[in-house]
């Protein structure tokens, strides 16, 4: 079974509104992002709220148009452009936050795609905790995710939390935990 | 390694987030729950995060402060608290000194909820106030008893006549320039105030103050005293991040949120979400 495939089966087993902790190894980042965005979100029929804090959206929508995945129900909310002073171009379904350290301006972002797609079940995808970590501190990461989780929660949202198990640290394993309804470990059913 | 810790507030925030199949907020209690309890009729603001503070809305014919620096969303807050009314049929005027009208509504069209017919319908009323003057043959820079019963007297006739029920002034500070004396200003509040509240009308005063939060001596601190309510927008620098603020510090008539919240400016309206406190704190984010 392919990372992708697996991914998108093991979330379709979830209940709706369900938070999972994705953790993941680098060289399978790109087919986790084909098994939520193209398998998982397609058959559920979710549009995707994708957070970026690891890469430029403009990254990723790359990759996504080399994989072929159509962007009509996926936006993104870009935390890392702005702060690499990279190209003033974007991406009309990408909007920009200054920083990653404006966590309240991440969840003011999704919630204004939320609305603007009211009455579609959603999928927000936060890439990554661990990125996050490196422009905040845990006492503050773990407010946000509280709040940013539970909201989405009530919304009936899937949430999806990427954490990159080569960077994770004991106090991101916590915060994962106290979130999220799952935790995902990619390539579990092969290794046993 | 210590446990995250979770202030009271912001558990209680997400613990009654509920929403609507539209996605905005559910408002928290209805308003014949709230006759059979006793508690004030609400005018809903319509930004939902505002209403969530306010448990509700603002409580009707209260007369609000909204008080900040420049830039900080002051006049998107009050033009989306009558625009929204406008589109439930509550009518609503805005009465500017600051900017033409043309120039304010050029602000106001990008917004999503906004329909020009509302202006047709004349459900939304925009009036700059140097053209009242002129009318009400107001010229003196500095106005006397009699010019500030005759502004009263004249808007509140605007507002019986057109059966307004939202009304704005943008802004109370230049107005309380041409009145300079804290007497007068405490005088024309008092009016204003009296006038709008027995008609039924709900109505947020705009009142500047200056980046360094200091409010040039024009009288905020009377204002805030007289006024109903206070909310208070800022700019907040945290490590080199400037975040919008808002935070009602002042409601009479209902109980309400006294914490600080963080605020978007959208085509959608007026967002807000709670301010993080692990940011507020020494070495804290």
């Known amino acids: 079974m392919t990372v992708a495939t697996e991914i998108s089966e093991r979330l379709l087993e979830l209940p709706e509104a369900s938070s999972v902790a994705l953790r993941l190894r680098t060289d399978q980042y790109f087919d986790a992002i084909q098994g939520m965005l193209d398998l998982f979100a397609s058959k559920k029929d979710l549009d995707v709220i994708y957070v970026t804090s690891t890469v430029p959206s403009q990254s990723i929508i790359n990759a996504l148009e080399v994989l072929e ?4 129900h996926i936006w993104f909310v870009d935390c890392i452009s702005q702060i690499m002073m990279s190209s003033s171009k974007r991406h009309p379904h990408s909007i920009g936050v200054e920083s990653p350290t404006m966590l309240e301006n991440i969840m003011l972002k999704v919630e204004f795609l939320m609305r603007k797609r009211a009455g579609r079940k959603a999928l927000i995808v936060l890439d990554s905790i661990n990125s996050l970590a490196i422009h905040n501190n845990t006492k503050i990461l773990s407010e946000f995710l509280h709040i940013l989780v539970n909201n989405l929660r009530a919304r009936e949202a899937y949430t999806v939390i990427f954490s990159m198990q080569e960077y994770e ?7 994962l935990v106290l979130v999220s309804d799952e935790t995902i470990e990619l390539g579990e059913e092969a290794a046993a | 390694m210590a446990a995250p810790v979770f202030s009271l507030p912001i558990l209680v925030a997400v613990i009654s987030y509920r929403t609507r199949r539209d996605g905005r907020a559910e408002l928290e209690m209805p308003a014949k729950e709230r006759e059979i309890l006793g508690e004030r009729e609400r005018c809903p603001t319509g930004i939902d995060g505002l209403d969530h503070i306010l448990n509700g809305g603002i409580p009707r014919g209260n007369t609000v402060l909204v008080t900040g620096s420049v830039g900080t969303g002051k006049t998107s807050i009050c033009v989306e608290f009558l625009v929204r009314g406008a589109v439930t049929g509550e009518t609503s005027l805005y009465l500017s000194v ?9 602000n106001v069209i990008p917004f999503d909820f906004f329909d020009e017919r509302l202006l047709k319908q004349g459900k939304l009323h925009f ?4 053209v009242l003057y002129e009318k009400l043959g107001i010229e003196n820079v500095e106005f006397d008893v009699g010019e500030i019963k005759l502004l009263v007297d004249g808007i509140a006739e605007i507002v019986e006549e057109r059966t307004i029920k939202r009304f704005v002034l943008d802004s109370m500070t230049s107005v309380s320039y041409r009145l300079k004396d804290p007497e007068k200003i405490r005088e024309f509040l008092l009016r204003l105030a009296t ?16 980046t360094s939060g200091e409010n040039d001596g024009h009288g905020g601190g009377i204002e805030e005293a007289i006024a109903d309510g206070v909310i208070v927008t800022g700019n907040l620098e945290r490590r080199g991040d400037l975040l ?11 109980s309400h949120s006294r914490a600080k919240y963080v605020l978007d400016l959208t085509t959608g309206g007026v967002l807000l979400v709670p301010l993080l406190k692990g940011g507020s704190i020494p070495g804290g984010g």
């Open chain 1, 69 to 72: 995945i159509p962007l009509d």
């Open chain 1, 169 to 175: 640290s004991d106090e991101i394993r916590n915060m």
């Open chain 2, 98 to 106: 600051t900017e033409p009208t043309a120039k304010l509504l050029k």
């Open chain 2, 244 to 254: 919008r603020t808002l935070q009602v510090v002042k409601m009479r008539g209902t």
């Open chain 2, 195 to 210: 006038a709008l509240s027995a008609k039924g009308c709900t109505s947020l005063l705009v009142s500047e103050v200056s």
């Open chain 2, 127 to 130: 009036i700059d106030l140097p």
